[in-house]
């Protein structure tokens, strides 16, 4: 299934250094996953190499913390800090032999000949020994290996600890989720189509697609096989976007209104902006904000794309001041900064790249946000406080030290039929892999 085409590579089109590079850019250069595979699989010129390189990529970035204690179990003395290349490569390795259905030989051996690619010819036969101890002794390395749940479940050990104590009876499935690839899910765009008109398109042109209409989203359309999007009927036209349906229930529930000014004050790429002007037939008079110029300009892409009016600017959230005209909002919706921590499915660098240091920033960050937008909110109105996180810090204790400091405010009950909560802790969260969906946490607010 994972296999690379067979016809002879240049060095350029060896998906498997190609993948080595952009784990090497994630790891060691401390680059997003998402800028660096885009450059680094466009020299791909094959489509079956660019599927096979990214998913060795997501698959050992995914994996690499039982990777690297499985290869800590076979080296006799740890590598030099200049050797990361090495160390990578091994870890590459390893994901081929225990998670990919490569024969194992062509997995050792193609592995191994890249190191002559990082000019490293003494790496040849530590790296062809290390493999195929590995393949001989595999059972006992899993077994000494698996006991700590950090390295069995392959995320930071901080982070088992905080999932473990929030969710004693789910983290397990948590973080087995995390661990597994997401589905690629749609939103159909009412002011060009029908989902019913765009499923019937989907089964007679791509059948092996297997569309579905999302169990959670009017609008939703789950698609069981990934596919580059911009070949579907209706991309150019702005017929749909890709939104995961978790992300689709900011829409409904903020039940945008014709005539209604409401602010998305966390705005880029516009995933959200563009499904409230959907949803009010463009007749909401969206104000989108935006911290990131760069960011802002992939939001005017989308607005542009998907025909949805909307007026865009860049300003910080926490300081409205700035760029405020004095006009209440009926309406706010705060898709807050956070850990992103129920979308490492996607993202798998965010288990590398977040610390703990992070989330108390993060955690400030929003209160903050909160306390300076809660004003510029009409009396009657409503805030849709948002997250694409699973860490209580940012999501339900974050809400009760808001309704606890904020006496205009209450939260509106929410009987949707996803998603957890219950009457000690606001909002409602949706853990990753509920119904195919990301983790998410939303709050729906009222002010009195
Ligand atoms: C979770 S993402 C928003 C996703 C977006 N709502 C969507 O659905 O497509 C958060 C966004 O907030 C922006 N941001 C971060 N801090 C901000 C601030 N202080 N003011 C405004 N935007 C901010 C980030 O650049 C990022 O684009």
């Given at each position: 299934?994972?296999?690379?085409?067979?016809?002879?590579?240049?060095?350029?089109?060896n998906?498997?250094?190609?993948?080595?590079?952009?784990?090497?850019?994630v790891?060691?250069?401390?680059?997003s996953?998402?800028?660096?595979?885009?450059?680094?699989?466009?020299?791909?010129?094959?489509?079956?190499?660019?599927?096979?390189?990214?998913?060795l990529?997501?698959?050992?970035?995914?994996?690499?913390?039982?990777?690297?204690?499985?290869?800590?179990?076979?080296?006799?003395?740890?590598?030099?800090?200049?050797?990361?290349?090495?160390?990578?490569l091994?870890?590459?390795?390893?994901?081929?032999?225990?998670?990919?259905?490569t024969?194992?030989?062509a997995?050792?051996s193609?592995?191994?000949?890249?190191?002559?690619?990082?000019?490293?010819?003494?790496?040849?036969?530590?790296?062809?020994?290390?493999?195929?101890?590995f393949?001989?002794?595999?059972?006992?390395?899993?077994a000494?290996?698996?006991?700590?749940?950090?390295?069995?479940?392959?995320?930071?050990?901080w982070?088992?600890?905080?999932?473990?104590?929030?969710?004693?009876?789910?983290?397990?499935?948590?973080?087995?989720?995390?661990n597994?690839?997401a589905?690629?899910?749609?939103?159909?765009?009412?002011?060009?189509?029908?989902?019913?008109?765009?499923?019937a398109?989907?089964?007679?042109?791509?059948?092996?697609?297997n569309?579905l209409?999302?169990?959670?989203?009017?609008?939703?359309?789950?698609?069981?096989?990934?596919?580059?999007?911009s070949?579907?009927?209706?991309?150019?036209?702005?017929?749909?976007?890709?939104?995961?349906g978790?992300?689709?229930?900011?829409?409904?529930l903020?039940n945008?209104?014709?005539?209604?000014?409401?602010?998305?004050?966390?705005?880029?790429p516009?995933?959200?902006?563009?499904?409230?002007?959907?949803?009010s037939?463009?007749?909401?008079?969206?104000?989108?904000?935006?911290?990131?110029?760069?960011?802002?300009?992939?939001?005017?892409?989308?607005?542009?794309?998907?025909g949805?009016?909307?007026?865009?600017q860049?300003?910080?959230?926490?300081?409205?001041?700035?760029?405020?005209?004095?006009?209440?909002?009926?309406?706010?919706?705060?898709d807050?900064?956070?850990?992103a921590?129920?979308?490492?499915?996607?993202?798998?660098?965010?288990?590398w790249h977040?610390?703990?240091?992070?989330?108390?920033?993060?955690?400030?960050?929003?209160?903050?946000?909160?306390?300076?937008?809660?004003p510029?909110?009409?009396?009657?109105?409503?805030?849709?406080?948002?997250?694409?996180?699973?860490?209580?810090?940012?999501?339900?204790?974050?809400?009760?030290?808001?309704?606890?400091?904020?006496?205009?405010?209450?939260?509106?009950?929410?009987?949707?039929?996803?998603?957890?909560?219950?009457?000690?802790?606001?909002?409602k969260?949706?853990?990753?892999?509920e119904?195919?969906?990301?983790?998410?946490?939303y709050?729906?607010?009222?002010?009195?």
């Amino acid at each position: 299934m994972n296999h690379a085409s067979n016809a002879p590579k240049t060095k350029s089109q060896n998906p498997r250094l190609v993948a080595l590079r952009i784990c090497l850019a994630v790891v060691q250069n401390g680059r997003s996953l998402s800028q660096a595979l885009g450059e680094g699989l466009a020299v791909l010129t094959d489509r079956r190499d660019r599927g096979f390189a990214q998913n060795l990529v997501l698959g050992t970035l995914r994996w690499q913390l039982r990777l690297e204690a499985i290869r800590d179990q076979l080296l006799s003395k740890p590598l030099k800090a200049k050797d990361e290349d090495v160390n990578q490569l091994i870890l590459l390795g390893l994901y081929q032999l225990i998670y990919l259905d490569t024969p194992q030989h062509a997995a050792v051996s193609e592995t191994v000949a890249l190191t002559a690619a990082l000019k490293k010819p003494w790496a040849k036969a530590l790296l062809n020994g290390l493999l195929r101890n590995f393949i001989r002794d595999a059972e006992s390395l899993f077994a000494a290996v698996d006991v700590k749940p950090a390295f069995a479940y392959s995320h930071p050990q901080w982070f088992t600890k905080k999932i473990r104590e929030a969710y004693p009876n789910d983290w397990q499935s948590i973080l087995t989720a995390n661990n597994e690839p997401a589905p690629l899910t749609l939103r159909i765009n009412p002011l060009v189509q029908s989902r019913e008109s765009f499923l019937a398109s989907l089964h007679a042109e791509h059948p092996e697609l297997n569309a579905l209409a999302h169990p959670f989203s009017a609008q939703g359309i789950l698609l069981e096989q990934s596919t580059d999007v911009s070949q579907l009927p209706y991309f150019e036209q702005g017929g749909f976007s890709v939104q995961d349906g978790a992300a689709q229930q900011a829409g409904y529930l903020l039940n945008p209104q014709a005539g209604e000014r409401i602010l998305d004050a966390c705005a880029a790429p516009g995933g959200k902006t563009t499904h409230l002007g959907e949803l009010s037939n463009n007749q909401a008079r969206i104000f989108a904000l935006e911290k990131e110029p760069e960011r802002l300009e992939r939001l005017q892409e989308n607005l542009a794309r998907l025909g949805i009016t909307a007026t865009a600017q860049t300003g910080d959230a926490s300081l409205p001041d700035t760029w405020w005209d004095g006009e209440l909002f009926d309406k706010i919706l705060l898709d807050a900064p956070c850990s992103a921590t129920g979308i490492i499915r996607r993202h798998p660098d965010i288990k590398w790249h977040r610390t703990p240091e992070d989330i108390s920033a993060l955690t400030q960050l929003q209160a903050n946000i909160l306390a300076a937008l809660w004003p510029l909110l009409k009396p009657g109105g409503q805030m849709l406080y948002a997250t694409c996180s699973v860490l209580p810090d940012e999501n339900t204790e974050q809400m009760q030290s808001f309704l606890a400091k904020e006496p205009s405010a209450s939260q509106v009950p929410m009987t949707q039929n996803w998603g957890r909560g219950d009457a000690q802790h606001p909002g409602k969260q949706i853990l990753p892999g509920e119904a195919g969906m990301d983790g998410f946490y939303y709050c729906l607010l009222q002010k009195s």
